[in-house]
Nanobody
Framework: QVSLVESGGGLVQAGGSLRLSCAAS????????MAWFRQAPGKEREYVAR????????SYADSVKGRFTISRDNAKNTVYLQMQSLSSEDTAVYYCAADRTERYIGRTYPSSYDYWGQGTQVTVSS
């Protein structure tokens, strides 16, 4: 079993920045591909970004490309999401997810992920 704990959410003004963190425990962190999803009220959970086990391969949703950066520190068992140029459309609960399988196809589907955190709220005020 893997435990994922997100932190770093909060209230930020439009145009501002936030960095989310997700600390993992319970399984060798380097064996897991990691991702961030988000869910706004009344909407489905949405893929944001993913990073490979070693950190060398990343992918992003078009809506965040160029503004968000996903990274990981395997020595600290932590994955990060640096968010810049935030807008009200980025307001959501952000979830960290872990995948035991390294994949490209299916990376955007929540059902591909084996473990989830509880989420952290990000609110962007305009």
């Amino acid at each position: 079993q893997v435990s994922l704990v997100e932190s770093g959410g909060g209230l930020v003004q439009a145009g501002g920045s936030l960095r989310l963190s997700c600390a993992a425990s319970g399984r060798p962190f380097s064996s897991l591909a990691m991702a961030w999803f988000r869910q706004a009220p009344g909407k489905e959970r949405e893929y944001v970004a993913r990073v490979s086990r070693g950190g060398s391969v990343t992918s992003y949703a078009d809506s965040v490309k160029g503004r968000f950066t996903i990274s990981r520190d395997n020595a600290k068992n932590t994955v990060y999401l640096q968010m810049q140029s935030l807008s009200s459309e980025d307001t959501a609960v952000y979830y960290c997810a872990a995948d035991r399988t390294e994949r490209y196809i299916g990376r955007t589907y929540p059902s591909s992920y084996d473990y989830w955190g509880q989420g952290t709220q990000v609110t962007v005020s305009s």
